[in-house]
Nanobody, 127 residues
């Protein structure tokens, strides 16, 4: 089964940037959909962006458009989330989610979050 390991979280000042990474192992398929979601204390999980490994097609939730960019490195089986102009309300635990392309789409994964999850990485935006 898929195993996901997130990295790159930390403490950043408002207006700053962070780049999260998600390493994917254990895939039985060459192609998968992978994305990011977050959960802040007391709030519901919120999908951010998803990408398809075969052709790089992406889906962004409205809240992520303009500041967040998802990208992939197929050679390293890694997906990145570049986050710019961070705000205090971006503080949350950020999780990687993935499933094989035959089982989902970029939009479905980002909305339903019904794939394999990583353990998350904390992002704190504070001055």
């Amino acid at each position: 089964q898929l195993q996901l390991v997130e990295s790159g979280g930390g403490l950043v000042q408002p207006g700053g940037s962070l780049r999260l990474s998600c390493a994917v192992t254990g895939s039985t398929s060459d192609y998968y959909v992978i994305g990011w979601f977050r959960q802040a204390p007391g709030k519901e999980r919120e999908g951010i962006a998803c990408i398809r490994s075969s052709d790089g097609s992406t889906f962004y939730r409205d809240s992520a458009k303009g500041r967040f960019t998802i990208s992939k490195d197929n050679a390293k089986n890694t997906v990145h989330l570049q986050m710019n102009s961070l705000k205090q309300e971006d503080t949350a635990v950020y999780y990687c989610v993935a499933d094989e392309e035959v089982r989902t789409t970029v939009q479905a994964l980002c909305v339903r979050l019904n794939g394999y999850w990583g353990l998350g990485t904390q992002v704190t935006v504070s001055s």
